[in-house]
């Protein structure tokens, strides 16, 4: 005799509209598995995957298809063997650094870099008992020298730095690091792995906010790591631990972005070029800091361990009157977007001092090169002429408030 099945409506409601669908054909774009929890035949199976999220799946902040996806994804470009993805870039870093930080450890860190990443370090890593000693680390002596002063557990970089776009020597670092026993962590969302791939220059973990140029359209917040499996393992043990989890349609949105990062990361290159450049031979423009300008202090550096011809699409001006002037050329451009992020389509641009190195004091921002008329510029996809009209309008107006003001020569 067959079962009859449940007769109460609810009970059928519930299990008719949680039934999958049979589906024999692969679909072209990864399923959005929008599901908290997952099934198991039996307990001795549901034992298993939730003792190892990498057996299975049973519950979405231990594992989820979709954000598996993307962190085989981005392990798959930027040449690790393995990789996972987290709910924001700084939910990326910070785990990436527990997971290979305790009480006691010293951490090496560039003087330059995203002012959430040094609260991190200065204002929450060191109430635990962890000692960050910040230098330049574009500069290989002080580098060697820095890391050579005391034992260090990790060196930590920006391969291009935020907001000062200054470049670290990844080769030259990765060998001090491994020389003195440190773990090598980079932070690489400035260039993106169609740019540069530190974990081939002897990175042993590469995090990046997948907010950025991999996702591209603002409208997502998420992160990626990718390293040896040994090492992603200790990463995801964090996040479980912690809570940082992706969800499964923001990282849907973060593949969909993926597919097509070269293309994008391309335009915004050549057209950050071709601004960076006419930006140099402008009044009222100190300097340009752009890694494919020969004026740029780690150009060498940069053709060296870029993809050939693709520096980037961010770039830094100084210009002229300080924040005043800067602020009022922030308010005098029309095309681009009044906000704080980068790597979209949108241009941005951002007065550092004002938001993404908004938590550090006068002192620190000097030491870091951070002069208080610089201005970070996210080139997005506009067409160059236009950009160039704007900011032509826009320096015109900064020159207006501080028409006494000198102009050094280009380059300085």
Same mark, same amino acid.
């Given at each position: 005799?067959?079962?009859?099945?449940?007769?109460?409506?609810?009970?059928?409601?519930?299990?008719?509209?949680?039934?999958?669908?049979?589906?024999?054909?692969?679909?072209?774009?990864?399923?959005?598995?929008?599901?908290?929890?997952?099934?198991?035949?039996?307990?001795?199976?549901?034992?298993?995957?939730?003792?190892?999220?990498?057996?299975?799946?049973?519950?979405?902040?231990?594992?989820?298809?979709?954000?598996?996806?993307?962190?085989?994804?981005?392990?798959?470009?930027?040449?690790?063997?393995?990789?996972?993805?987290?709910?924001?870039?700084?939910?990326?870093?910070?785990?990436?650094?527990?997971?290979?930080?305790?009480?006691?450890?010293?951490?090496?860190?560039?003087?330059?870099?995203?002012?959430?990443?040094?609260?991190?370090?200065?204002?929450?890593?060191?109430?635990?008992?962890?000692?960050?000693?910040?230098?330049?680390?574009?500069?290989?002596?002080?580098?060697?020298?820095?890391?050579?002063?005391?034992?260090?557990?990790?060196?930590?970089?920006?391969?291009?730095?935020?907001?000062?776009?200054?470049?670290?020597?990844?080769?030259?670092?990765?060998?001090?690091?491994?020389?003195?026993?440190?773990?090598?962590?980079?932070?690489?969302?400035?260039?993106?792995?169609?740019?540069?791939?530190?974990?081939?220059?002897?990175?042993?973990?590469?995090?990046?906010?997948?907010?950025?140029?991999?996702?591209?359209?603002?409208?997502?917040? %998420?992160?990626? #790591? &990718? *390293?040896?499996? $040994?090492?992603? +393992?200790?990463?995801?043990?964090?996040? @479980?631990? !912690?809570?940082? /989890?992706?969800?499964?349609?923001?990282?849907?949105?973060?593949?969909?972005?993926?597919?097509?990062?070269?293309?994008?990361?391309?335009?915004?290159?050549?057209?950050?070029?071709?601004?960076?450049?006419?930006?140099?031979?402008?009044?009222?423009?100190?300097?340009?800091?752009?890694?494919?300008?020969?004026?740029?202090?780690?150009?060498?550096?940069?053709?060296?361990?870029?993809?050939?011809?693709?520096?980037?699409?961010?770039? %830094?001006?100084? #210009? &002229? *009157?300080?924040? $005043?002037?800067? +602020?009022?050329?922030?308010?005098?451009? @029309?095309? !681009?977007?009044? /906000?704080?992020?980068?790597?979209?389509?949108?241009?941005?641009?951002?007065?550092?001092?004002?938001?993404?190195?908004?938590?550090?004091?006068?002192?620190?921002?000097?030491?870091?090169?951070?002069?208080?008329?610089?201005?970070?510029?996210?080139?997005?996809?506009?067409?160059?002429?236009?950009?160039?009209?704007?900011?032509?309008?826009?320096?015109?107006?900064?020159?207006?408030?501080?028409?006494?003001?000198?102009?050094?020569?280009?380059?300085?």
């Amino acid at each position: 005799m067959s079962d009859p099945g449940p007769k109460g409506f609810s009970t059928r409601a519930i299990r008719a509209a949680a039934r999958n669908p049979r589906v024999d054909q692969r679909p072209s774009s990864v399923p959005i598995y929008q599901s908290a929890t997952f099934t198991s035949a039996d307990a001795e199976e549901l034992g298993d995957v939730v003792a190892d999220a990498r057996a299975g799946y049973s519950y979405s902040r231990l594992s989820n298809p979709t954000s598996r996806a993307l962190g085989d994804a981005y392990a798959e470009l930027a040449g690790g063997e393995a990789g996972t993805a987290l709910a924001s870039g700084m939910g990326a870093i910070h785990a990436t650094l527990v997971s290979q930080l305790e009480a006691g450890d010293r951490v090496v860190a560039p003087r330059v870099t995203y002012g959430s990443t040094r609260a991190l370090f200065a204002g929450i890593l060191s109430r635990f008992g962890v000692r960050v000693d910040f230098a330049d680390l574009t500069d290989n002596a002080t580098a060697a020298a820095t890391i050579a002063a005391a034992p260090t557990r990790v060196v930590y970089a920006e391969t291009i730095a935020n907001p000062t776009t200054v470049v670290t020597d990844h080769a030259t670092v990765a060998r001090l690091a491994h020389e003195h026993g440190a773990t090598y962590i980079v932070d690489n969302t400035f260039a993106s792995p169609y740019i540069c791939r530190p974990l081939e220059l002897g990175a042993d973990l590469v995090a990046e906010s997948a907010t950025k140029f991999l996702s591209g359209h603002s409208d997502v917040i %998420a992160g990626v #790591v &990718a *390293g040896r499996s $040994d090492l992603i +393992r200790k990463v995801e043990k964090v996040q @479980t631990d !912690t809570g940082a /989890t992706i969800g499964p349609f923001d990282a849907f949105l973060v593949l969909r972005g993926i597919l097509t990062l070269a293309v994008r990361v391309e335009r915004h290159a050549k057209t950050a070029a071709a601004l960076a450049a006419w930006l140099e031979r402008q009044d009222g423009v100190q300097r340009v800091l752009y890694p494919g300008l020969p004026s740029h202090p780690q150009h060498d550096v940069a053709m060296r361990q870029f993809r050939p011809g693709v520096a980037g699409g961010m770039l %830094a001006i100084e #210009v &002229a *009157g300080g924040r $005043d002037a800067g +602020r009022a050329i922030i308010d005098a451009l @029309t095309l !681009t977007e009044l /906000t704080a992020s980068l790597g979209s389509v949108h241009t941005m641009v951002v007065h550092p001092p004002s938001t993404s190195q908004r938590q550090m004091s006068d002192a620190e921002l000097a030491d870091a090169g951070i002069t208080p008329g610089l201005l970070r510029i996210s080139v997005g996809l506009e067409d160059l002429e236009d950009l160039q009209d704007d900011f032509a309008a826009a320096l015109v107006v900064a020159r207006d408030l501080a028409p006494a003001v000198e102009q050094p020569a280009v380059g300085v």
